[in-house]
């Protein structure tokens, strides 16, 4: 009888984790019934659909997550065992979404157009796609379904070339090339799994949690449906977290370099990497593998050097008007703009040949805000670069090693947060890196920490007011992490009022759900927290 017990005390988990997957799978099949809706009514029945379905499979998904811990508690699964189940409803939930057309953006369109355009000998860089010079290659399928055709390509150059080969393998295939695209942005997602399979073995972590990410709705749908690249960028940032955790730094710079020409925000590990990774004993600071990282991307913008000027003029304008989602962005803006008196406005922004109107005073506050906020975001979080930085170096001199994931972790948590544009698939960046359980006290934002100064006396049960402020903030921003990741889907529906109206108007309640309520772990009383004051 206790061998029974004991058999289905293995048996149950797995059996959840299995039913967990089924019903995953059921859903996403209902999920790839969604489109652009025709109707204004279609379109509230669509968003109520899609909410159900979003909560649902973050249901099954929490449950997944309870039973892979209980499975990897009790030692159920093989190593073989548990791969296979993991990766093979991984497989499942993503093919249904293969063929679905994306619906909650049009990104893809724009993937198609630069593989066309690139296609057809002229540089992407160039010329915006409503230029008469590309007006040969304009159809209804592709360029009419386009946002913001004023604007040149935006994308690097790594993700032009992965478009024109998907452009390409669709004429081979015979297939539609939104779809051969999305294709293979799939397969770079299930190479990610892998390769985050031997982080976490790195790491001495059970690699059976990768399913939080194999499995999170986040990455199936922003991947499997939808089509964003950022997966590539992902998988090749992963890469070289794990040549670095291996002392292979020269490699690592290189994966890198290819996650920069994905999304620039990649080269904020470089410095780290520049200081904390040597070859050589005598070495002070790693001068090849900054070396690696630039020749990299200088190789790979060479063949498009010919676009002169333009070659990031797209990027700028993304990055001078966009505002997006934004967190702590908006709490800083919004009050700003009511504040800024016109007279400053006038002085600072308006030339004086201009014509004084209440749409130019209004146009050039919004301009005045931008600016005065990226600055302070941009002090913030240099402030916690630095912070970052330093700890990581002390941590360095002591053990010689660095946390690659975690350190990694908190840098783009912190830019993301701070960012005026926080798009949901941006999250794919930190979501491989919250696969990595706490284990201790310390997690992502230990390198924030504060330190109390020398002396200060324990509290009564003998805890340090460190220890009590690493509790209480660094744990739980690990969870205000992944929270998020399933109240951003909230920031859709800004798309209900975009689909018939064409106006891109936030509204403000969205923004106070979705961060707020992640927010409110923070207030958490200590007594509920795993049951202990600190871990």
């Given at each position: 009888?206790?061998?029974?017990?004991?058999?289905l005390?293995?048996?149950?988990?797995?059996?959840?984790?299995?039913?967990?997957?089924?019903?995953?799978?059921?859903?996403?099949?209902?999920?790839?019934?969604l489109?652009?809706?025709?109707?204004?009514?279609?379109?509230?029945?669509?968003?109520?659909?899609?909410?159900?379905?979003?909560?649902?499979?973050?249901?099954?998904?929490?449950?997944?997550?309870?039973?892979?811990?209980?499975?990897?508690?009790?030692?159920a699964?093989?190593?073989?065992?548990g791969?296979?189940v993991?990766?093979?409803?991984?497989?499942?939930?993503?093919?249904?979404?293969?063929?679905?057309?994306?619906?909650?953006?049009?990104?893809?369109?724009?993937?198609?157009?630069?593989?066309?355009?690139?296609?057809?000998?002229?540089?992407?860089?160039?010329?915006?796609?409503?230029?008469?010079?590309?007006?040969?290659?304009?159809?209804e399928?592709?360029?009419?379904?386009?946002?913001?055709?004023?604007?040149r390509?935006?994308?690097?150059p790594?993700?032009?070339?992965?478009?024109?080969?998907?452009?390409?393998?669709?004429?081979?295939?015979?297939?539609?090339?939104?779809?051969?695209l999305?294709?293979?942005?799939?397969?770079?997602?299930?190479?990610?799994?892998?390769?985050l399979?031997?982080?976490?073995?790195?790491?001495?972590?059970?690699?059976?949690?990768?399913?939080?990410?194999?499995?999170?709705?986040?990455?199936?749908?922003?991947v499997?449906?939808?089509?964003?690249?950022?997966?590539?960028?992902?998988?090749?940032?992963v890469?070289?977290?794990?040549?670095?955790?291996?002392?292979?730094?020269?490699?690592?710079?290189?994966?890198?370099?290819?996650?920069f020409?994905?999304?620039?925000?990649?080269?904020?590990?470089l410095?780290?990497?520049?200081?904390?990774?040597?070859?050589?004993?005598?070495?002070?600071?790693?001068?090849?593998?900054?070396?690696?990282?630039?020749a990299?991307?200088?190789?790979?913008?060479?063949?498009?050097?010919?676009?002169?000027?333009?070659?990031?003029?797209?990027?700028?304008?993304?990055?001078?008007?966009?505002?997006?989602?934004?967190?702590?962005?908006?709490?800083?803006?919004?009050?700003?703009?009511?504040?800024?008196?016109?007279?400053?406005?006038?002085?600072?922004?308006?030339?004086?040949?201009?014509?004084?109107?209440?749409?130019?005073i209004?146009?050039?506050?919004?301009?005045?805000?931008l600016?005065?906020?990226?600055?302070?975001?941009?002090?913030?979080?240099?402030?916690?670069?630095?912070?970052?930085?330093?700890?990581?170096?002390?941590?360095?001199?002591?053990?010689?090693?660095?946390?690659?994931?975690?350190?990694?972790?908190?840098?783009?948590?912190?830019?993301?947060l701070?960012?005026?544009?926080l798009q949901?698939?941006?999250?794919?960046?930190?979501?491989?890196?919250?696969?990595?359980?706490?284990g201790?006290?310390?997690?992502?934002?230990?390198?924030?920490?504060?330190?109390?100064?020398k002396?200060?006396?324990?509290?009564?049960?003998?805890?340090?007011?460190?220890?009590?402020?690493?509790?209480?903030?660094?744990?739980?921003f690990?969870?205000?992490?992944?929270?998020?990741?399933?109240?951003?889907?909230?920031?859709?529906w800004?798309?209900?009022?975009?689909?018939?109206?064409?106006?891109?108007?936030?509204?403000?309640?969205?923004?106070?759900?979705?961060f707020?309520?992640?927010?409110?772990?923070?207030?958490?009383?200590?007594?509920?927290?795993?049951g202990?004051?600190?871990?």
């Amino acid at each position: 009888m206790r061998a029974f017990f004991q058999s289905l005390k293995k048996s149950f988990p797995i059996s959840a984790l299995v039913l967990c997957g089924i019903a995953s799978t059921l859903l996403y099949l209902r999920f790839r019934t969604l489109q652009v809706p025709a109707t204004p009514e279609a379109a509230a029945s669509l968003m109520q659909t899609f909410g159900i379905l979003v909560a649902l499979l973050f249901l099954t998904f929490i449950a997944a997550a309870f039973a892979i811990k209980r499975i990897i508690r009790v030692g159920a699964f093989s190593t073989t065992a548990g791969w296979s189940v993991i990766v093979g409803f991984a497989v499942l939930f993503r093919i249904p979404l293969l063929m679905q057309t994306p619906w909650l953006s049009n990104d893809v369109y724009r993937y198609v157009w630069d593989a066309r355009v690139l296609e057809s000998g002229v540089n992407p860089y160039r010329y915006p796609p409503e230029a008469s010079e590309l007006s040969h290659l304009r159809d209804e399928e592709y360029y009419s379904k386009m946002s913001h055709k004023h604007v040149r390509a935006v994308y690097p150059p790594l993700l032009q070339g992965l478009f024109w080969v998907g452009l390409n393998s669709a004429q081979v295939l015979a297939v539609n090339p939104m779809h051969a695209l999305k294709g293979l942005f799939i397969l770079f997602d299930l190479l990610l799994i892998f390769v985050l399979m031997r982080v976490l073995s790195q790491a001495q972590i059970d690699p059976h949690w990768v399913l939080l990410y194999a499995w999170h709705p986040l990455a199936v749908i922003e991947v499997a449906s939808s089509g964003h690249t950022d997966v590539v960028g992902v998988f090749f940032l992963v890469m070289a977290l794990l040549f670095l955790m291996r002392r292979r730094s020269l490699v690592g710079a290189i994966c890198l370099a290819f996650a920069f020409l994905v999304k620039f925000v990649s080269v904020l590990l470089l410095p780290m990497v520049f200081f904390f990774t040597t070859l050589r004993e005598e070495r002070k600071y790693n001068w090849r593998a900054a070396f690696a990282f630039g020749a990299t991307i200088v190789i790979c913008y060479l063949p498009f050097l010919a676009a002169g000027e333009n070659l990031l003029s797209g990027l700028s304008v993304y990055s001078a008007k966009w505002r997006f989602n934004d967190a702590l962005f908006s709490l800083f803006f919004t009050p700003l703009q009511a504040l800024i008196p016109d007279s400053l406005v006038v002085q600072l922004m308006i030339p004086a040949d201009w014509q004084i109107s209440p749409e130019a005073i209004h146009s050039r506050r919004i301009d005045l805000v931008l600016l005065i906020t990226k600055g302070i975001m941009a002090v913030v979080f240099a402030y916690c670069y630095f912070r970052a930085w330093r700890n990581a170096k002390n941590e360095f001199a002591v053990t010689g090693m660095v946390n690659w994931p975690q350190l990694t972790l908190a840098i783009l948590a912190a830019f993301f947060l701070l960012s005026p544009t926080l798009q949901p698939w941006y999250l794919l960046w930190i979501l491989p890196l919250l696969c990595i359980p706490l284990g201790t006290a310390h997690a992502a934002l230990r390198f924030f920490k504060n330190e109390f100064p020398k002396g200060r006396k324990n509290n009564q049960n003998g805890i340090s007011g460190l220890m009590l402020i690493e509790n209480f903030t660094l744990s739980r921003f690990k969870v205000f992490l992944w929270l998020l990741s399933g109240t951003v889907f909230l920031s859709y529906w800004v798309l209900y009022t975009y689909w018939f109206e064409g106006l891109w108007q936030e509204q403000t309640w969205v923004k106070w759900v979705e961060f707020g309520l992640p927010a409110l772990i923070f207030f958490l009383p200590a007594k509920y927290w795993g049951g202990k004051a600190v871990g």
